[in-house]
């Protein structure tokens, strides 16, 4: 093929040159389409999560510092089978996953992917103002508001029937809010990477490293949203886009981190501000695990050793090489850590 092309002929030289011409319209072209594509994406996402599947909508249900302090890798084969002896070891198998700030239950098609092929029951919840829900984002004031989805399910389910909670960033003062108020529905809680408090702590405050006191950064941040104007207190916040890749995919692949482009929301302000009461005999009585990511630029694995320090959970499990989104990096190794939770007896 080389000597045809060095010995060409003038015709088909210019040949060339015009499909050269008609490649570059073509890429050009495919540029298009390709941005075409991610939003037929997140549309054919929404429409999905509509469809019901996944027990409702996807959107909406998609579904230590003890001796237990683990380490794992991403090795798992993506079509690994659980051994069915293993399924017989987990008494509880349904999982409900509680996504973080400004994500849906979307960001856990990975995880409910694998956790379905294991033979388990994942279910997703879009909290209020996130995801396809249609909340107005800037009218949730209250954590109680937010975890609605999320509480609204707990009490629909049957009286002797326990889930396994999952919580991602934010999306753990929602599981701290559910295991005080209902903590006879949850079997375990896992804090993934999350905000773990303890009683009469702001989910913003496992931040303040970060952004600095609650107080600057309701006055000076650039990050916040004024749904109701300037002149009135913020009603959310949200990174811009180049931060956000930066703070929580650093680690994740590029189709993923546009798909999170694509469907991302603004956070409501109000919840992250509000001091949990949590008392020792309702959300004390739970059994909690953390799982740690390792190269996490969004809450630092010195703010998340600092975490199981202060509030210890029952085990602590930790993900090498994921970013703050280890549903997107890692799928493999939390998928196995889930897992291997729910063995616990």
Not at 6 to 20: A, F, N, P, T, Y
Not at 154 to 179: M, Q, R, T
């Amino acid at each position: 093929m080389g000597n045809r092309f060095i010995c060409m002929s003038k015709k088909e030289s210019k040949d060339v040159g015009s499909r050269s011409k008609r490649m570059n319209r073509s890429q050009r072209k495919l540029v298009t389409e390709e941005e075409l594509h991610l939003q037929a994406l997140s549309m054919a996402l929404q429409q999905h999560q509509l469809s019901q599947r996944f027990e409702g909508s996807m959107s909406r249900r998609l579904g230590s510092t003890s001796s237990r302090r683990r380490t794992l890798p991403d090795s798992v084969p993506v079509n690994n089978k659980q051994a069915p002896e293993i399924l017989e070891n987990i008494k509880i198998k349904k999982f409900v996953l509680i996504h973080g700030e400004g994500f849906g239950a979307w960001c856990w098609y990975k995880t409910v992917a694998l956790l379905e092929e294991a033979g388990l029951h994942p279910v997703a919840l879009d909290l209020t103002g996130s995801g396809i829900d249609l909340t107005d984002t800037n009218s949730v004031t209250t954590l109680e508001e937010y975890s609605k989805p999320l509480t609204v399910y707990l009490e629909n389910l049957p009286e002797d029937e326990k889930v396994i909670l999952v919580g991602h960033s934010i999306g753990g003062a929602c599981v701290s809010y559910a295991l005080e108020h209902y903590p006879q529905k949850i079997s375990k809680a896992i804090f993934l990477c999350a905000t773990m408090v303890t009683d009469g702590q702001r989910p913003f405050d496992v931040y303040a490293e970060e952004l600095g006191s609650a107080e600057h950064f309701m006055k000076e941040s650039k990050f916040l949203i004024h749904g109701n104007g300037k002149e009135k207190p913020p009603t959310g916040f949200m990174f811009e886009k180049e931060q956000m890749k930066a703070l929580y995919f650093n680690q994740s692949q590029t189709k993923d981190v546009a798909l999170a482009m694509a469907s991302m929301r603004h956070s409501p302000l109000g919840p992250i501000m509000e001091k949990l009461c949590l008392s020792s005999d309702k959300y004390g009585t739970g059994r909690r695990f953390y799982i740690q990511t390792l190269d996490d630029r969004a809450l630092s694995p010195d703010v998340q050793e600092k975490l199981v320090r202060e509030n210890p959970p029952e085990g602590v499990f930790k993900i090498k090489g994921s970013d703050h989104c280890p549903f997107f990096s890692k799928p493999q190794s939390l998928h196995k850590i889930l897992v291997e939770i729910a063995q616990i007896p």
